[in-house]
């Protein structure tokens, strides 16, 4: 057991598996004291101690544990390639551009976009901006010396706790998502990005299918067990005068 100075939370190491002294694995606790940490914190705080993808990201240098949806996802349906310009959309800490510089290569652009600033990243350039800003998608365009071949999106807004307000929120900036993608991809091009389950996730897929050739849903294994989150994945981008 691992205890913090008096009158702090503590963090405690309880057998797994079946309960016997050949369990498998250990599963770490987190206690409070006096209150001081909320119910909710404890719980994510626990989430993060025992999830196999945090403790795999730290071994394999990954900025974050959603890595591993991009890899998966990649590894399904082919979408990063060498050479490739690709936008990354509220990009902070940085693991969705770390793969995806790394599968495009040299030859290709990663431009990382958030309104927070994030630590340098080799074969990434990130942008400090908004981009639901008007002049967002010209400024990225020039940035990249063109039109992106993908848009991803893994943001997520601040949960509240409330299933249906959560929803709504992490769904509004999947749309605004969306419109963005249409100004800079190039034709063929892909746009990614996280939803949650909860009924308005079906007009989204409605809007984007008039605009790309597949689209689909996508919910890789590192998604946490339980958690209402899935990837829209679009492909096949038609252009006209939204992709000129």
Same mark, same amino acid.
């Given at each position: 057991?691992?205890r913090?100075?008096?009158?702090?939370?503590?963090?405690?190491?309880?057998?797994?598996?079946?309960?016997?002294?050949?369990?498998?694995?250990?599963?770490?606790?987190?206690?409070?004291?006096?209150?001081?940490?909320?119910q909710?914190?404890?719980?994510?705080l626990?989430?993060q101690l025992?999830?196999?993808?945090?403790?795999q990201? @730290?071994? +394999?240098?990954? #900025?974050?544990?959603?890595?591993?949806? &991009?890899?998966?996802?990649?590894? /399904?349906?082919s *979408?990063?390639?060498p050479?490739q310009?690709?936008?990354?959309l509220?990009?902070?800490?940085g693991?969705?551009?770390?793969?995806?510089?790394?599968?495009?290569g040299?030859?290709?652009?990663?431009?990382?976009i958030?309104?927070?600033?994030?630590?340098?990243l080799?074969?990434?350039?990130?942008a400090?901006?908004?981009?639901n800003?008007?002049?967002a998608?010209d400024?990225?365009?020039?940035?990249?010396?063109?039109q992106?071949e993908?848009?991803?999106?893994?943001?997520?807004?601040?949960?509240?706790?409330?299933? @249906?307000? +959560?929803?709504? #929120?992490?769904?509004?900036?999947?749309? &605004?998502?969306?419109?963005?993608? /249409?100004?800079? *991809?190039?034709?063929?091009?892909?746009?990614?990005?996280?939803?949650?389950?909860?009924?308005?996730?079906?007009?989204?897929?409605?809007?984007l299918?008039r605009?790309?050739?597949?689209?689909?849903?996508?919910?890789?294994?590192?998604?946490?067990?339980?958690?209402?989150?899935l990837?829209?994945?679009?492909?096949?981008f038609?252009?006209?005068?939204?992709?000129?």
């Amino acid at each position: 057991m691992v205890r913090r100075s008096s009158g702090c939370d503590f963090v405690s190491a309880a057998k797994g598996g079946s309960g016997h002294e050949g369990g498998r694995g250990l599963k770490i606790k987190v206690g409070t004291k006096h209150g001081r940490r909320s119910q909710s914190s404890k719980l994510w705080l626990e989430r993060q101690l025992n999830d196999p993808y945090v403790a795999q990201a @730290k071994r +394999d240098g990954y #900025r974050s544990r959603a890595a591993y949806k &991009l890899i998966e996802i990649d590894e /399904r349906y082919s *979408l990063l390639k060498p050479g490739q310009k690709i936008v990354d959309l509220g990009a902070a800490p940085g693991g969705w551009a770390q793969v995806a510089a790394a599968k495009v290569g040299a030859r290709g652009r990663v431009i990382g976009i958030d309104l927070l600033d994030i630590e340098t990243l080799a074969g990434v350039e990130f942008a400090m901006m908004d981009f639901n800003e008007a002049d967002a998608p010209d400024r990225l365009k020039a940035m990249l010396g063109g039109q992106a071949e993908g848009v991803m999106s893994d943001m997520a807004a601040n949960t509240t706790g409330h299933r @249906k307000t +959560d929803h709504l #929120r992490i769904m509004g900036l999947a749309d &605004l998502a969306a419109q963005f993608a /249409r100004e800079v *991809l190039s034709p063929g091009g892909f746009f990614l990005s996280k939803v949650f389950q909860g009924g308005t996730e079906g007009e989204l897929l409605a809007d984007l299918k008039r605009d790309f050739a597949v689209v689909r849903h996508v919910k890789p294994k590192a998604s946490r067990a339980g958690s209402p989150e899935l990837y829209v994945l679009a492909t096949g981008f038609r252009g006209g005068d939204a992709g000129a």
